[in-house]
């Protein structure tokens, strides 16, 4: 399957992720291969065949009650924040 | 003879034939001497070293000592390390100091072993010739022209230069069994759910785990003992009993039933890797184990499963990094959603860029169906025809790599290539299987690996035919020109 330039744009807008107009020929080029490979799936017969949840069977995420189960090291995390300022993450205005 | 194994070291400790700051002092000088030539750490600790080895010394002179005091360790850097900086080989974690420990790093803390430094790694765990690493590339201590595999690159190519004698690891899609065959060391992969992942910095969730590359199967065993348990902070730690591996490496050969995958054996496996790997099957075979052929027709559609599962859920836990809370951040954004774009943009390499692109699309509205559960459910086959080979056979044994490593930049102009070396690895993924690989012979001067999968937590079986083969063997003992081991015991008598 071939993507074309529009449709790298628009993926790369959905993940976050500023490109170059450099870049956009590229991972065109790179993500049409990656699919071809990927088109392969298709000669698989799986009709019916559910689509598997976990690697383990009979194993499902485990719950754990709500408690408090971590103490409160705000000031530890928050010295790796690019930007921080009475305790709260900041980043640019979003309500002007 | 220089010792070499981890079993040796820890028994020249226990015997106080040496001490832990000498052991220390020794592998320390080793890693100095190889960087930046390898280029297999990317942080190097050697003033907590020497305090964590002084520390280990008093527990042996005190006779509070376990199997692992006092012996040197490198953790890949994808392993959360409390205090000491843990970048998983990126720019947009190039700053970042862990505020805590992973299990697995705090279970060797208290083990007592000594952590020497980070290794190396490709950027995220993505990518099998450490060549994506904002850090620079691995150099093979084989030939300083080709990759050490990866990811975990910097691990394999580690303990093949002797400068630890083991080090952590991590397997996604194989990314310890491809490293340790293309770097001669022993790879181990467990059980999905066997080792804990707190602190292991997520790439592919339902496929991610963690392990060990160490010069010998019975140091695997080893060290599988201290990692292996239920840990209430990893949601898919699996709560099932430990049991002595070291017992369980003694099982015998005599009626071990091997299945050879069929599958493995196409086009595309050099003749050469071929033949070490028959070589194997006669020793085993000698050893009293039957081997027949066995089929798993939808093995070969592993590779496009995986580059749908995998990029899918990187897509997910790498949307973590937004430039906010932690990681790198852009100059002067100017709103929220240029923040995001260019500091995500910036912090992340272009491998790391494609696949959560891939998996943004796999994702989207409209393509979920047609990608994302197709794979799921052809996973799903794949898994079954796992089960089943599994009912007539106790270990599948095959090629860890169709070649032995490529060089420096062969394989990282199309993406397919790169992908396609671990055609014979990303199936135990998929499945959830433990998995090792062990040195079987060399191929133009460089090593290559049998690869060997087993049922769910069925580590036991797997180490025990690793060791029995090593047993009969010495690829594993063999080092590179340059590398050999040669730490020798200087204030008693006893030769190591």
């Known amino acids: 399957m071939s993507l074309t330039p529009k449709q790298i744009e628009s993926i790369a807008h959905l993940a976050r992720l500023e490109l170059k107009a450099e870049e956009i020929p590229v991972y065109t080029d790179s993500l049409s291969r990656i699919f071809g490979l990927v088109d392969e799936l298709d000669k698989a017969q799986t009709a019916g065949i559910e689509p598997m949840a976990h690697p383990l069977e009979d194993q499902v995420q485990r719950l754990r009650p709500d408690a408090v189960s971590s103490p409160d090291r705000r000031d530890l995390y928050q010295q790796n924040a690019p930007q921080t300022e009475g305790g709260l993450y900041l980043v640019p205005k979003v309500i002007e | ?496």
């Open chain 2, 1 to 496: 003879m220089a010792a070499q194994t981890l079993a040796d070291l820890a028994k020249g400790l226990r015997a106080r034939e040496y001490s832990s700051l000498e052991l220390t002092r020794a592998f320390l000088a080793r890693i100095e001497r190889s960087q930046p030539s390898l280029n297999a750490l990317i942080t190097v600790t050697a003033e907590s070293a020497l305090v964590e080895a002084a520390a280990a010394d008093a527990r042996l002179a005190a006779g509070t000592a376990g199997p692992l005091t006092g012996v040197p360790i490198i953790h890949k850097d994808i392993f959360c390390t409390a205090g000491v900086r843990t970048t998983c080989a990126s720019k947009m974690l190039s700053n970042f100091v862990s505020p805590y420990d992973a299990t697995l790093v705090g279970k060797y803390r208290d083990a007592g072993a000594v952590m020497l430094g980070k290794a190396n790694m490709d950027e995220f765990a993505m990518g099998s010739s450490n060549e994506t690493s904002f850090f620079g590339p691995v150099k093979n201590p084989w030939d300083a022209a080709k990759v050490p595999g990866g990811s975990s690159g910097g691990s394999a190519a580690a303990v093949a230069a002797r400068l630890a004698p083991l080090a952590t690891a991590t397997d996604t899609g194989g990314s310890i069994r491809q490293p340790a065959a293309l770097c001669g060391v022993t790879g181990l992969k467990p059980t999905y759910g066997r080792v804990s992942r707190y602190g292991m910095i997520a790439f592919a969730s339902s496929l991610d785990q963690a392990g060990v590359i160490t010069v010998s199967a019975e140091d695997a065993a080893l060290t599988l003992q201290a990692m292996a348990g239920f840990d209430p902070r990893d949601s898919t730690s699996v709560d099932v009993p430990v049991p002595d591996y070291a017992a369980e490496l003694q099982q015998p050969m005599k009626g071990l039933r091997i299945g050879i995958l069929t599958e493995f054996f196409g086009s595309g496996l050099d003749p050469a890797v071929e033949q070490a790997v028959r070589d194997s099957l006669a020793v085993w075979q000698k050893l009293g184990a039957t081997v027949k052929e066995v089929s798993l027709p939808n093995l070969p559609l592993s590779v496009p499963t995986y580059y749908v599962v995998a990029p899918a859920e990187c897509s997910s836990n790498l949307s973590r990094f937004d430039g906010v809370r932690f990681g790198h951040r852009c100059e002067n954004p100017k709103d929220l959603l240029d923040l995001y774009k260019r500091s995500r943009a910036e912090g992340f390499g272009s491998e790391v860029k494609r696949r959560i692109m891939t998996g943004t699309y796999v994702l989207s509205a409209g393509y979920y169906d047609a990608y994302y559960l197709k794979a799921q459910r052809v996973r799903a086959l794949i898994n079954q025809e796992f089960r089943s080979a599994f009912g007539e056979v106790d270990l599948l044994v095959g090629p860890t790599t169709p070649t032995a490593a490529f060089g420096l930049g062969d394989k990282t102009s199309d993406p397919i290539t790169m992908y396609l070396n671990d055609i014979y690895t990303i199936g135990a993924n998929l499945a959830g299987l433990p998995a090792m690989s062990i040195p079987c012979g060399f191929v133009g001067g460089l090593p290559v690996g049998v690869q060997l999968i087993g049922p769910h937590f069925a580590e036991g079986r797997m180490l025990a035919a690793a060791h029995a083969y090593q047993r009969e063997t010495d690829w594993h003992l063999r080092s590179p020109a340059g590398w050999s081991a040669d730490f020798e015991p200087s204030n008693t008598g006893g030769a190591a």
